[in-house]
């Protein structure tokens, strides 16, 4: 009777802290999981860098950049090669886990490098591989670069 008891118990001290891991996830934010930086490598270049946490992975078609400037235009988006997902919600997907590097050229108007700063939106949603899945994120990055740099 002493060896059932002890496995009860710590059967049920394994769902009370699988639980507490789940509600602590769904309390969340995605930022918490999903940290975004970004840099200006050169006058037209952009490299975004995700942090994505062990437990979680971004889909790559939720993925998008604009400009939120006149006169700055994204193109040549350049992203790594995805993993193949079994998503429980949508199938089979394309996503990306741990550090995802997007490359991506920016075109400038001329009366726009006057001012010297640049502000991009980025798009993402994510899910854990507990199946709890965010809402898509917006991301408002900013850089600034000196007029007339070559």
């Keep these: ?9 710590t059967l049920l001290i394994v769902c ?33 860098t995700y942090n994505i946490d062990h437990c979680c992975y971004i889909y790559k078609r939720s993925l998008s950049f604009n400009s939120l400037v006149a006169g700055a235009e994204i193109s040549n988006v350049i ?5 193949q997902h079994k998503d429980e919600f949508f199938g089979d997907v394309e996503v990306y886990r741990g550090k ?15 001012l010297g700063a640049l502000k991009l939106a980025a798009k993402h949603q994510g899910c854990s591989d507990e199946g709890i899945c965010f809402l898509p994120e917006d991301n408002i990055l900013n850089f600034s670069f000196l007029p007339g740099l070559d």
């Design 1 to 9: 009777m002493g060896v059932i008891l002890k496995r009860l118990f």
């Design 16 to 48: 009370c802290f699988s639980q507490a891991g789940a509600n602590n996830l769904s309390n969340s934010n995605a930022e918490d999981f999903y940290r975004l930086s970004g840099k200006l490598i050169e006058r037209n270049k952009l490299v975004l």
């Design 79 to 83: 992203f790594p090669t995805a993993l």
């Design 100 to 114: 995802l590097v997007i490359k991506m050229d920016v075109e400038i108007s001329q009366a726009h490098q006057k």
